[in-house]
């Protein structure tokens, strides 16, 4: 959990249970033995089986839509954060920024899609979001969208987000610092939890992507 920031509204109450539900289903699932099958990873968290991401409807910073069909047929992270964070999505977008030139010298980056999806939709406008994505890699996939969507891929990929009742025109917005993987079959494999490594996640990613 991570995070301060400014002016906005609360999220509902529903959508606080329901992030913590999915909060606690990711725990519980963390605590399941590990499967064996697959190749021996460094940094990534598995998951005791791959589970299907939920269908949902964002929109990318470029204004087209991002939903489960687009995660068919290629690898991908998703990173959950907002431009106004102060340090845990700068660093995590640094680290993610060194992973995606690693793939890129290994011919592959192409083929491994990382997502920064906001989730503080009322500030990071798609320009604004852009720009952001931008600074740290231009071929960064930056989306967001309402809450309820918002909901649906985080409580899938088992991460949480809690934006805090405002006060004098200020509020926060805690959320997971994980790095969720996703599967060419659109399924959850596992996440690449902090203190990341950046030269142990792109290992994993090319260990995964390549042809077997």
Known sequence: MNTRHNPGRALPTVLILVAAFAAGLG????????????????????????????????????????????????????????????DICPNTLGVLKQVRAQLAQAGVADSIAIHFVSVDPQRDQPDVLGRYASFYDPGFVAATGNDEELTKLTRSLGVLYVREPAKDGQYNVDHSASVALVDPQARLVGLFRPPLDAAAIGADLLTLAKPR
């Not at 939920?54 to 990173?79: E, I, M, V």
């Open 27 to 86: 725990l519980w699932l963390l605590s399941q033995p590990f499967t064996a099958a697959g190749p021996e990873m460094k940094a990534l968290t598995r998951y005791p089986a791959p589970r299907a991401v939920a269908d949902f409807q964002l929109t990318r910073s470029d204004g087209k839509p991002l939903s489960r069909a687009d995660l068919q047929g290629h690898w991908s992270l998703f990173f959950f954060g907002f431009t106004h964070c102060p």
